[in-house]
């Protein structure tokens, strides 16, 4: 009869990185921005730079986001994310500067800032999470929804001839010469997020060669403002989300 | 009381420039700005003149709301930062500097004001008290705001205003005019360098192994967190009534006394002046810190003094804390002139006649 020897202690293969803190998540079920908050982090932690990187978290649902991240942060007025995050990495040039920005607060009533910064080459990373509605506030049209979309200020649907169209604002960002890395990414499957840990990284390691803005648009989903469950919220992502914000870089760096 | 170190040999400069120039010898970080009339020779003048000092980052925002979200920023970092404007400017900033308060960032805010409401004009005016004073953006909350009188005070006030703004964690305003602005004067400038910096461990420098995260916010949902911060700032608010500032000329004997700030002030001493001629005892009263308000001296004077006279630049807005301070013990008048007109000393000194006569000064002058 063969022996199986149980080893005294189980080897730790996956755990929560230190710059995540213990506080519970307030995010709604199957929402994506506790996912893109730890991919964050993991980063900060992998490259040992939390010591070095200040945070600024936005006005929408990741208004606390410096609730979850163990890091020196601060929060931004609503849509003001990327100057206060100028100010920032303008005094202390030797650190890691990020925004973390909803699309209301970054494609409607930030849309100035956003443009500015990114057209100086602020030193920065920008990271939109782009959900196509207000989740924070009951889900109110956002600059980003989808024609045709009910949100509970367009309760027939978005309509082009009242409220214009949805604005893609990565691709206007990635026109811009100050724009140094810009790609579209997702966080809604296990495929996905490993894409969007590889744009981060790569963003961080971009700072440090102070050529311009990294800014990466994550396309996700809110399950409460859509009225689906998270896996109905999945599926509509994909199927609607995506033709119209197609993943993938829109400007890289030559190496 | 903060003591000021001056050069030996004084200069001759326009009130922005001084105050600029002064920014940088304070040992200014950082200046987030954007152009407006009458104060633009600031963001011109410290483009220049900055790079030539190391560590000293100026930077022309796209709007006024980007310039005090930089402010934050970059207060909220730990740097010794300011931001400049003129009437309008300054509105587009209250919803920032709101934030500014509540989250206790030290920084110096300076508005050179112009005539409105509006768009109004570019000439000077004092039209922004109420603003400047009183709270201006939303929230219960108060800025250290300074009214110079002259282009000295236009340096001065950027050290006093950088002093008072890192000793009590909050933004200081130096309240400044057109005029001011842009006349030259001779000015003793303070010494370069002669500011120390405050202890700031509670900035966002990047989170180190020996400390707690440090979170710059003004969002505080439990409503009795709320109430905490603002009992904390209610009572900074009281202890920063010892730096309250003012200049008394001739109020031992007067029997009629003018308050007024900034360049109406000094109108109002050649007003006095002329009244002496006529045989008026008059005095003034020059308030130097708006916010905090110097009652008390008022409220003693109103023991002896027989009238008050309130010159401004606006509709009548210092006056009404006058009126607080004299608290009905004496009649209160007022003088204003608006949209952008200064008032000269002759239409004081016909106002201060009438109240002579309304008193029976004159009778006991004639």
């Known amino acids: 009869m063969n022996t199986i020897t149980i080893p005294d202690e189980m ?220 896996i109905e919220a999945n599926d509509w992502l994909e199927k609607n989300m995506l033709p119209m914000y197609p993943l993938g870089d829109l400007k890289v760096p030559k190496e | 009381m903060y003591q000021f170190q001056y050069d030996s040999t004084p200069k001759l400069m326009k009130g922005n420039e001084a105050l600029a120039e002064a920014a940088l010898r304070a040992g200014m970080q950082g200046y987030f700005g954007y152009p407006i009339t009458p104060q633009s020779e600031v963001l011109e003048y410290l483009t220049e003149h900055a790079p030539k000092r190391k560590n000293v980052v100026v930077l022309q925002a796209e709007s006024e709301v980007a310039s005090i979200n930089m402010i934050y920023g970059a207060a909220g970092a730990g740097a010794r930062v300011m931001t400049s404007s003129s009437s309008p400017g300054i509105s587009l900033m209250q919803e920032g500097i709101s934030y500014i308060a509540s989250a206790e960032l030290p920084c110096l805010l300076v508005n050179v004001q112009r005539g409105g409401p509006g768009l109004g004009t570019i000439q000077p005016s004092q039209a922004d008290y109420f603003q400047a004073t009183k709270g201006g953006g939303h929230g219960d909350y108060h800025l250290f705001v300074l009214a110079p009188s002259s282009v000295q005070e236009m340096a001065e006030h950027v050290f006093l205003g950088f002093h008072i703004a890192e000793k009590y964690r909050m933004p200081s305003l130096v309240l400044a005019d057109g005029a001011l602005g842009q006349m030259l004067e001779k000015v003793l400038l303070p010494k370069d360098g002669s500011l120390p910096y405050a202890e700031k461990s509670w900035a966002t420098t990047g989170k180190t192994k020996d400390r707690e995260r440090n979170i710059i916010t003004s969002l505080h949902i439990d409503p009795n967190k709320m109430e905490m911060i603002n009992l904390q700032l209610q009572d900074k608010y009281r202890k920063l009534k010892q730096e309250i500032r003012f200049e008394e000329i001739n109020t031992k004997d007067a029997d009629i006394i003018l308050v007024a700030y900034g360049l109406t002030a000094r109108i109002c001493q050649k007003a006095m002046d002329l009244a002496k001629e006529k045989g008026i005892q008059v005095g003034v009263v020059r308030p130097i810190t708006l916010y905090p308000f110097p009652y008390e001296i008022l409220s003693t004077l109103a023991e002896k003094a027989s009238a008050f006279l309130t010159v401004e630049m606006n509709a009548g807005q210092m006056v009404e804390d006058v009126r607080l301070a004299i608290n009905g013990k004496r009649p209160v008048f007022f003088k204003g002139r608006m949209g952008g007109i200064i008032p000269n000393p002759e239409e004081i000194l016909l106002e201060i006649e009438t109240i002579a006569e309304k008193q029976q000064l004159k009778n006991i002058y004639a």
């Open chain 1, 11 to 230: 080897e730790l293969v996956y755990s929560k990185p230190e710059t995540i803190t213990d506080t519970p998540l307030h995010y709604c079920p199957g929402c994506t921005h506790g996912v893109i908050h730890r991919v964050l982090m993991e980063v900060v932690n992998e490259m040992g730079i939390a010591e070095q990187t200040v945070g600024v978290a936005p006005v929408g649902c990741s208004v606390f986001a410096y609730n979850y991240m163990n890091i020196d942060m601060q929060e931004a007025a609503h849509g003001r994310a990327s100057a206060v995050a100028t100010g920032i990495r303008r005094v202390l040039p030797e650190k890691y500067v990020f925004s973390y920005q909803g699309d209301g607060d970054l494609a409607a009533i930030g849309t100035a800032e956003t443009i500015h910064s990114v057209n100086r080459g602020e030193n920065i990373l920008i990271v939109f999470v782009n959900n196509g509605i207000y989740g924070m506030t009951g889900g109110q049209m956002a600059p980003t929804t989808l024609l045709g979309m009910v949100t509970s200020t367009t309760p027939f649907g978005r309509e082009q001839s009242a409220m214009g169209y949805p604005i893609k604002m990565t691709d206007l960002v990635a026109q811009l010469p100050g724009a140094y890395y810009v790609t579209r990414q997702a966080a809604y499957t296990a495929a996905t997020v490993r894409k969007l840990k590889k744009a981060i990284e790569k963003a961080f390691q971009f700072q440090t060669r102070k050529k311009g803005t990294c800014f990466i648009e994550v396309v996700s989903n809110c399950p409460s403002g859509w009225k689906m469950t998270p």
